[in-house]
C-alpha cells in the first residue's frame, strides 16, 4: 500500500505542535513527509523544511505551496495547518478551495462567521476539514464513545468535563510575552484559557455523548489582576439530547498538570476517564461495582479495536491518539480513492462542523462572562 | 479529670447518624453518655435510651429532658440535636435558653430568619451552639485551614469544592419514600442535594480558606424527572477575601461513592484533599514538585497535630473526624467551666453563625436556580 | 446491657500502644475501663491510672492487679497486655491462671516453648487468649477470609504479603536507643524487623487463606552496617492447605509509609488490599474486569457486616480495626456468659495458638536466614 | 539528514512483537523500513515485506537477508532480530560477523554458552550488539538511571522489582498451545515466567542501580499442575556494588494486568516507578515528603530530556520506549559515521553483556529453583 502524502504549514523549528503532528503523521506509516510551509519566515521554513527531508517541496510560504502542489502531478493528499490561530481560517480556506484536504489546529477560526464559512466551504467543495481535537483519538475515549452510543449507559443526564492545569499561575510570569498574549485580547481574541483549552473539553463531552451544545453560561475570571481575559471559567450548559453539562477550566491551578477529564452519568451508568492516565476507564454500571475497563482489553468496541495498538497493560500515550487522527484521515482518504465506504470506526475524525461549534461556544462563553452568567444560545447561527 | 455529660436528642434505634455521635462523643473518653430523648415515640425512645445505660434519665420527649435535665443537680454539659431537619431550630433554641450548650445536626434551621435567631440567642445566652459539619474535624483538612492561614499558599484565589455521589441515581427507587421525601418540598424546603451535601463542602471551602461566602450564581436541574427539587447543582460564587469559588453537587453521579473534597488555589502553591482518603493531602508550591503530606507526619500544625491519634501511615476516618468535633466541644467547655481561655487549635467548631451562613446560601441557590443563575446576595441579612 | 469491665497492664503515659486500646476498647461502649497496672514504675502507673478515673483499682503492679481483682465481687471481664513484649509470658500466664481472659499484644511470647506452654494453659484453664494482630480487625479484611472461606477464589495459588516501611532508614539514626534496641538481639532476641513487622503480613496471610504456615526460607540482611538484626528480609513459604506464600518486610524503604498489603491469587480469581487505604479491596474474577470493592456496600458477608460502623464513603481507620477486635472478644466473653454460642461472624479474633505459630515462624526466619536461606519447619512442635 | 536504513527478521503478519519495531523505529523518522525477512514461510515474508513497501529487499530467509544486504551498495545499518528465541543466536551471530549492526530480541540466547560467544563476536566485530530490553527506554527509567548516578539516592541498599502479571493464570487455558510451549522445557528451555518477564525487572535492577547481580536464590513453582517449567518465582539476590535485591515475578497473578515495576532503596532516599503508570516517578529524599517527579518537567536529567518528546501532562508510553532504544541506536550509529563519541545520554542502550548476564540469571535460577534455594553464582564464567 503506498503511502499517502502528507504536508504541514506552520510547526516550523522550535514549534509546541509540530513535532507531535510529524510523530503522528508518520507513527503508523500510512503517511509520508512530503511537503511544507513551516515557519513565517521563509528562508527557516525551506531550510527547516529540507532538513526534515523535504527537498524542493519545502517552500517558503503557504501560498508558494498551494501553488507548488496544486502544479505537482502527485500532489499531498493531506495538508496540515498548525500555524498561529489568527492564520488559520484563511489558510485552511485556500487549500480546500484548491481541493486539499485539510486538518487544521484548533480553534479552526476566529470568529463564528469565518467557521460557518469554512463550513460552507468544505460542505462545497466536498473536501475533508478536520479539526485536531486530538485527545478524541485516545482509545478509551472511542470507547466512551461507543458504549455511549449502544445504550451501555441509557439515556445520559448529565456530563462533568474539566481542562484545568496550573501553568499559569506564576504572577510574576505574566508579564512573560510567552503567557502574556493569550490573555491580552488584541492578539488572543475574545477568550484566553476556554478558547485555548476550554473547548477541548467541551468537544470531548459532545464527541462521547453525541449530543451538540444548545446554551450556556459561564463564570469567567481573571485570577491575575494584569489579565484582561479569563484564566479560569466555569462553564454550565445543555445539550440537544438532553444532557447537563459542566464544565471547569482553568491555568492557575497550582498542582494539576494537565488536567483533561471527562464523567459521564447515565441512567444505567457512569464513566470516568483522565487524559494523564489515559488507558483506564472508570466505568460503574448502575447497582453494581465500579470497574476499570484497561485499554487493549478483549472484546471492546472496534472503535477502541481499531485505536489500539500494543498489548494490554503497556501505556500508550498522546502521540497515539493523534496518530489516530490521522489513521482516520488515512482511511477516509483511501475509501475516497477506492470509491468505498469508510469504516465506521474511523469516521471519527473531527470536523469542520466541531471546530464552528466551538468558535460559536467560545464567544458565547465571552458575551456570558460579561454579562453576569446570562444564558446564550451557543449554537452557531446556522445550525440554529 | 471527670468525663463532661453528655445527651442527644433524636438518633434513636436505627437511625442514620445516631451511632457516628455515639462514637464520635465516646471515642476520647471525654464524654459520658448521660441523657437522651432518642426518638419521636417516647416509649421506644425510653426503651431504647436504658438499653443503652441512661437509667431514669431517658426521656420520652426532648420538652421532658429538658425539664429533667434542669431540674438536676448535675445536668448534661452538652446536648447533640440530631433529629429531622425540620424540628433542630425549636429544640436548639429551647436548649440554649434553658442554659445548655448545644451541638446541632445540619441544617442548623430550615430558614434564615430561624438562623439568625439561633445565632442571637446563643450570643445573647453566651452559650456555644455548634454544628456539626463534621468533616470539618478532618485532621488534615484542620492542616489545610492552617497552612492557608499562616500564608503558606498566599492570597487564595479560587476554591473548587464537590460533594457529588451517585447514591440517589437510580430512577426506579425515585419513589421510594426513604428517598422520595428529600426532593419534596413539602418535606425538604427549598432545596435538596445542595441542602444535604452542598452545604457540607460550601462549609469547607469557608472554614479553609477563613473567607466568607458574600454570593453566588446556581444551576440546579432535577436529572430524575419526577423529582421538583435538584439532585444536581452548580454553584460558582465570590468570597470577601476575594477568592472565586466552584462547586459541584450531585446525587446522581453514577461510580462515585461519597464524593466530597477540595481544591484550593493561591498564588503561592495548591492543595487538594478528598474524604475518601482523608489521611493524604497533595501540596503543591508554585514552582516545584507535588508532595503527599500524610497525617500524623512530623512538625504539622498545632491543629494538625491536636486531631491526630495514630502513628503515621495508619488510616483515621469519619468517626474520627467527628471525635474531634467533640474534643473541641469538651475543650471549649473545659475551658469556661475553668475561666481560662480556650487552645486556640481547638478553637475551631463550626458555629450558629456557620449554620446560618450556610442556610443563607441554601435560599440563595435556590432562588439563583429559579431565576436562570442570577447572582444572588448569599450572606445572611444580619451579616451584610 | 451493661459494660463489660477491662484493664490493662502497660499502656502507661507517653506509650505508642496504649491510647489505641483504650480508644478501641471504648469505641463501642462495650467495655469500661475499670482497672489497670500501666506503668512499670508503681506511682507513676496509679497515678496515670487516677488521672483515667480507674481510683483504686489503678494498681502499682500487675502482681498487685491480678491480686487485687481476684480480691473484687466483680472482677474485670478482659485484661490487655501491652506491656514490653519480654514481660508478656509471665503476665498472661499469670492471669490466665489466675481465670481471666486475655488479651496479649504481638508477640505473644519471646519462645516457642513460653508460646506452646501459653496455648497449654488457655486450653487447659479454658479462658480466651487473644493475640492483638490488630490489622485483622479491617472489614475488608475480614471479608477477604470470607470470600476465599467459601470459594469465591477457587484454591489459593499464591499469597504475596508485605509490610515494609522506611522509618529506620536513617543511618544518622540507628545509634538513638528508640530504634537501636529493636536491632540489639539482647533486647530484641533472635528477629528485628520480623517479628516486629513480618509476624503482622504473615498472620495475615494465615487469617485470610484460613491455611497455615508449614515451612519457610528466608534471606534476612541488615541494610545498615551497626545493625546486628535484620531490617530487611524476603520470606518464601508453604501452607498447608497447598498455597505458596512470599513476605518481604523492611523498615529502610524510605517512601514508604505503613506498607501492610496483601494479594490473594487463586484459581478463580484474585484480591489485592493494603492497609493504608483500607476502604477498598480490588477484586479480579478470572476472565472479568477488576472491580472495586468498598468497605459498608451492600450485600457483602456477615464477617465485613458486623466490622462495619459508618456508611459506604466514608473512611474507617484503624482505630476501629482495633475496636473489632475489642467487638469479638465482646461477643465471645458474652456468649460464655450467657452460655450461648457465640456470633460465628465474631468468632474471628486472633489467639493464643496464631501468637504460638508466629513465633514459631520468626525462629525458622532467625535460622534459615543464618543459613543461607535453609528451608526450615515453620510449624511450633505442638502442630507438627 | 539521511534516515538510517534498517531491517527486520521475523515480525511477520500477525506477530506479537513486530508491530512495536516497526512504530519504536519509524517513531523519530531516523530509520527507514528498508529490507525484512519477516516469517519463516518464505512466501508469506516475502508478501508481507512488500505490502509494506520493502520491494525487492523483501526476503524469504534471514540468509538470503544476509547474502542479499551484503551485495547492496547501501546495506541497511541495523538489523532487528524478532523471530523466536532458539534462533536468535545463529541469526545474531551471522549477521555481526556480515558485519551488521543488530538490535536482539531478548532472550538473546538459549545458553550461556551462546551469549558468552556473541559478546566475544560483537567485541571482535566492533559491530553494535544491542538487546530489546526496551522498558529501560521510558524516559522516568533514565531518569531513576541518573539521580542514582549522580548520588541523589546515596549507595543503594536494595533494589525490589517485580513482573507479575495475571495473564497465565486460568487453567482451563494452560493446554492451549499458544500457552503451553512457554512451559515446556523442549520448547521454552530451562525457564519459562523468569526468562519471559523475570529478565525484563532483572535488566531493570541493574539498569538504574549501576550494579551487576552476583549471585542469587530462587524460588520457583508451577501453580498450575500440568506445568513444568515455572509461572511464579521468588528471586533474592545481590549485586556486585553492595545493594541486595528482591525480585518477584509471576503469570497468574489474577488481577495485574503488566506488573512491571521497581522500587530502589539507598542511604538518602527511596523511588518507586511503574511500568503501567510510566510519566511519573515517585521519590521520597529521605526525611522529606514523597514527591511526584512528571515525565518532561524541566530540570530533569539530560538522560530523561533526550527520551521525553511531549509536554508535561501528556501519557508517553511503551511505543516511545521502544524508540528511545531506536534512538540511542541512531545515534551511536551515527557517532562511528561520524567518528565522533556517542552523546553520553544515548549511551544507554542494552548490550550483548546485558543479553548474557540474563542468560546466566536465567541458569541460576533454573538451578537454585531445583536445589531448594541454593544460593548460586549469577555470574557468566567469563565475568566471574
Ligand atoms: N490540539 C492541541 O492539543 C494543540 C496543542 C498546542 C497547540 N495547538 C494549536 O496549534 C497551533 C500552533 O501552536 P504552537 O503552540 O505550535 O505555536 P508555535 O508558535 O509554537 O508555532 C507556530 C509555528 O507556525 C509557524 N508559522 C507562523 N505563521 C506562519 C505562516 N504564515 N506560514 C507558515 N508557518 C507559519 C511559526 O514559524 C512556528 O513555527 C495553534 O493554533 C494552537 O492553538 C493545538
Ligand atoms: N453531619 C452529617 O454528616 C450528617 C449525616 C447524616 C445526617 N445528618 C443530619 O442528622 C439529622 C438526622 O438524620 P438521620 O439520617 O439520622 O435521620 P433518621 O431519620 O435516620 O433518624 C432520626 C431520629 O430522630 C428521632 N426523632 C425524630 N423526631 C424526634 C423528636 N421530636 N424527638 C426525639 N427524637 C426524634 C427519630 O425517632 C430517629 O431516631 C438530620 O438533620 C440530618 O441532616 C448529618
Ligand atoms: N499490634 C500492633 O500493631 C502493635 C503496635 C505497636 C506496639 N505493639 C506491641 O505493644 C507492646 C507495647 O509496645 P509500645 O510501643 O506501646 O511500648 P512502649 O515502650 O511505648 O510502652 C510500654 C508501656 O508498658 C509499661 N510497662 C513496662 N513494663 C511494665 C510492667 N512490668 N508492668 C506494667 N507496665 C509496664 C511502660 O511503663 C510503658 O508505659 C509491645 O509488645 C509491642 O510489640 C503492637
Ligand atoms: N522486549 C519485549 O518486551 C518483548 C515482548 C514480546 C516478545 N518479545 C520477544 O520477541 C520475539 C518474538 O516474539 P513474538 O511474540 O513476536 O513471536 P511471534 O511468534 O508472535 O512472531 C514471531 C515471528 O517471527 C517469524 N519467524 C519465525 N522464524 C523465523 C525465521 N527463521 N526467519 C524469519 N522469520 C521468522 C514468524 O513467522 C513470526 O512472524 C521473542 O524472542 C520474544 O521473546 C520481546
Not at 506552520?10 to 511537503?35: K, Y
Not at 500555524?83 to 484536504?101: D, M, Q, R, V, Y
Not at 452510543?149 to 510567552?178: S, T, W
Request: aromatic share 8%; hydrophobic share 40%.
Amino acid at each position: 500500500m503506498r503511502k499517502l502524502q502528507w504536508g504541514m504549514i506552520g510547526g516550523g523549528e522550535g514549534s509546541q505542535i509540530g513535532p507531535a503532528h510529524r510523530l503522528g503523521a508518520g507513527l503508523d506509516g500510512l503517511f509520508e513527509f512530503t511537503a511544507g510551509a513551516l515557519d513565517h519566515r521563509p528562508e527557516e521554513g525551506i531550510g527547516y523544511g529540507r532538513s526534515l527531508g523535504l527537498g524542493d517541496r519545502a517552500y517558503g510560504s503557504w501560498q508558494d505551496m498551494l501553488a507548488g502542489e496544486k502544479a505537482q502531478d502527485n500532489p499531498i493528499d493531506l495538508v496540515t495547518v498548525a500555524t498561529p490561530n489568527s492564520t488559520h481560517f484563511e489558510i485552511t480556506k485556500a487549500f480546500l478551495e484548491g481541493g486539499f484536504h485539510v486538518l487544521c489546529e484548533k480553534p479552526m477560526t476566529m470568529t463564528v462567521e469565518e467557521g460557518e464559512e469554512i463550513v460552507k466551504i468544505a460542505r462545497t467543495t466536498g473536501k475533508i476539514c478536520a479539526v485536531n481535537y486530538g485527545y478524541s483519538g485516545y482509545s478509551l475515549v472511542r470507547h466512551m464513545k461507543a458504549m455511549i452510543a449502544r445504550g451501555d449507559l441509557g439515556k445520559i443526564r448529565l456530563v462533568n468535563a474539566e481542562f484545568a492545569h496550573g501553568h499559569h499561575a506564576d504572577a510574576a510570569d505574566a508579564e512573560n510575552p510567552r503567557v502574556r498574549w493569550r490573555y491580552d485580547p488584541a492578539q488572543a481574541g475574545v477568550s484566553a484559557q476556554f478558547a485555548d483549552c476550554g473547548i477541548h473539553a467541551l468537544h470531548m463531552a459532545s464527541f462521547v455523548t453525541g449530543q451538540d451544545v444548545t446554551k450556556l453560561s459561564a463564570d469567567t475570571v481573571s485570577c491575575i489582576d494584569v489579565r484582561v481575559l479569563e484564566d479560569d471559567a466555569m462553564v454550565n450548559f445543555r445539550m440537544d439530547g438532553g444532557a447537563v453539562g459542566r464544565l471547569w477550566t482553568s491555568s492557575i491551578a497550582i498542582g494539576r498538570q494537565h488536567g483533561l477529564g471527562i464523567q459521564v452519568f447515565g441512567e444505567k451508568g457512569g464513566l470516568r476517564w483522565s487524559q494523564e492516565h489515559p488507558n483506564q476507564l472508570y466505568y460503574m454500571p448502575l447497582g453494581e461495582r465500579l470497574q476499570i475497563i484497561e485499554r487493549g482489553e478483549a472484546n471492546l468496541s472496534p472503535e477502541a479495536d481499531r485505536t489500539s495498538r500494543v498489548t494490554i497493560g503497556h501505556a500508550e500515550g498522546m502521540p497515539l491518539a493523534f496518530a489516530n487522527i490521522y489513521a482516520d484521515l488515512a482511511e477516509a482518504i483511501r475509501a475516497r480513492k477506492e470509491n468505498r465506504s469508510i469504516d465506521p470506526a474511523a469516521d471519527l475524525y473531527p470536523r469542520a462542523e466541531d471546530g464552528l461549534r466551538s468558535m460559536a461556544a467560545v464567544f458565547a462563553v465571552a458575551q456570558s462572562g460579561k454579562e453576569d452568567g446570562l444564558w446564550c444560545d451557543a449554537r452557531p447561527p446556522m445550525f440554529r
